[in-house]
């Protein structure tokens, strides 16, 4: 290519300023991202915190979180057992239930323990009357006094509301990342999330097949959380199925990759509302510099 070619190319990647200021024989080097590496793994910290706080509920080990990270209320819905958690049926489920639950503690005790002083103490938390005005805006109203530790099915669809939105957090805040080791760190966790999210997904869709004949559809509920979610959270979403009807067990772009979000796209999801500084499943907001 000629160099004018060259440089329009290079533009298009970003790239055409640097490249034209080392063809001229320029010394000048880029200023440094600024390292907000402390602020990214408190933005995580604090989604681990209300992950952990779901799945320990279900299987009554939530008094375990809150030994961590101060003394901040956890709200749960009236009738639930802390000690013993929700009554489930499915010993499938169960055994996914307590598998996520120990994988999502120590997520919060890794990232805690990394940060240190810095870590960011764990805000209030609501299970209950959040969950409830989700069910709502999902549903469009029809949905009243949604609990996700009623029965099984409902508690997977509680966790369908969690695990895509971690998938896509981690994924967008790995361009926030500086320091490789941390990076690392944030992948595996990601990856983890995604193996979650995965079997969430294989066993809502069983039960899509299982429930139609009873009228109960299932993919209808998913299609209207991942609608939502979609909604206000940057249109990065898919529910069971794809517009083809064939399974989605692993929601991603056109060229089979997994959706970012910006943290600002995260906040609306947990918020449940666009622009919101608090509310949702966090009445009082994040705590952190990313809230």
């Known amino acids: 290519m000629n160099r004018r070619a060259a440089m329009g190319f290079l533009g298009k990647l970003g790239l055409g300023a640097a490249a034209m200021g080392l063809a001229a024989g320029s010394t000048a080097t880029a200023a440094p991202a600024k390292n907000i590496d402390g602020d990214v793994l408190n933005f995580a910290l604090n989604l681990e915190y209300l992950e952990a706080a779901f799945y320990l509920a279900a299987v009554g080990r939530v ?119 941390y990076l690392q760190a944030a992948a595996g966790i990601l990856a983890v999330e995604a193996y979650h999210g995965g079997a969430i997904r294989s066993m809502l869709f069983q039960q899509r097949q299982i429930s139609a004949a009873a009228g109960l559809y299932v993919g209808q509920v998913v299609q209207a959380i991942s609608n939502l979610r979609g909604k206000v959270g940057g249109m990065k979403d898919q529910g069971l199925t794809d517009a083809k009807g064939m399974a989605v067990f692993a ?10 979000r910006s943290t600002r796209e995260v906040l609306n999801i947990v918020y ?20």
């Open 63 to 181: 008094d375990e979180l809150r030994k961590i990270g101060g003394g901040a209320d956890i709200r749960l819905p009236a009738g639930l057992d802390q000690d013993r958690g929700m009554q489930f049926k499915d010993g499938n489920v169960q055994a996914l239930a307590r598998d996520i639950a120990e994988d999502e503690l120590q997520h919060v005790k890794f990232l805690y323990g990394a940060l240190g002083k810095a870590a960011a103490p764990r805000p209030v938390i609501d299970l209950n009357g959040a969950f409830r005005a989700a069910g709502q805006a999902a549903s469009g109203g029809k949905i009243d006094g949604f609990n996700p530790f009623a029965n099984d099915l409902f508690f997977l669809h509680g966790a369908f509301i969690f695990e895509d939105v971690g998938v896509t957090a981690y994924n967008g805040a790995a361009t926030l990342i500086t320091n490789p080791a």
């Open 251 to 260: 929601p991603a772009d056109a060229n089979g990759i997994a959706f970012p």
């Open 272 to 291: 449940l509302a666009p622009g919101a500084k608090k509310g949702g499943f966090y009445p009082n907001g994040l705590n952190g510099n990313i809230k």
